[in-house]
């Protein structure tokens, strides 16, 4: 009986994802997926990591986001640890990409911690993908997207933005796209882990910068908003 290579785990978990993610909504269906198992790949080139980790968990991190499962954060954890325990990988690979997982989403950066926060490489290879695809011209499609999905505003000058905006706040906002770009997608190039992701992240921060400038000026020619200033110098 052949032993099960890393590649037929992978090749079996983005069957498995394509089927779970069928009907998604656009910015987080399978595509997402695909572009951050990309993004994962091209980081994890130049870091000494799990290969296999950061595949798997790049692959399975969105399978059931706690946005479209009325917030419930645990779904996505279970289902992930019984797929990886039906095709048997091993306990600790399992444990592993359960707790990337878990630690992942943006929203859980603004919630305070205690002890000491969960940090492995792989853990930031596959962050760093993550929120590269929140960034740039996919990033401004997939905010849009999602706000549509929503029927959010696309912008409103009297809703200001929540720059102190907690977890519980992210959760339950209904705030106009444009100001989701001050609450999260700006704020990403910074908080990269990885040279890699680093350096990604500058070209499609400047994007995003552009779009809003341009953005700005079409809204209202006769008296662009101050808006405008404090793009520039994000």
Known sequence: MSKTSNADYVEQTIDFVKEVLQGAEGGHDWFHIQRVFRNTLLIAKDENVDVLVVSLAALLHDIADAKFNDGNETIGPKMVATFLNQLKINKKTTRHVVKIIENISFKNSLKKRRGRPFRTKEFQVVQDADRLDA????????????????????????????????????????????NHFYEKLLLLKDKMNTETGKRLA?????????????????????????????????
């Open 135 to 178: 960034m740039g011209a996919i990033g401004i499609a997939r905010a849009f997207n999602y706000g549509g999905f929503k029927n959010r505003k696309l912008y409103d000058p009297k809703i200001a933005p929540n720059l102190g905006i907690t977890k519980e706040q992210y959760k339950t906002s209904t705030a106009p796209t444009i």
């Open 202 to 234: 500058e070209e499609r921060h400047r994007f995003m910068l552009t779009f809003l400038q341009q953005f700005y000026k079409e809204w209202d020619p006769l008296a662009p908003s101050a808006l405008v200033k404090k793009a520039k110098t994000q």
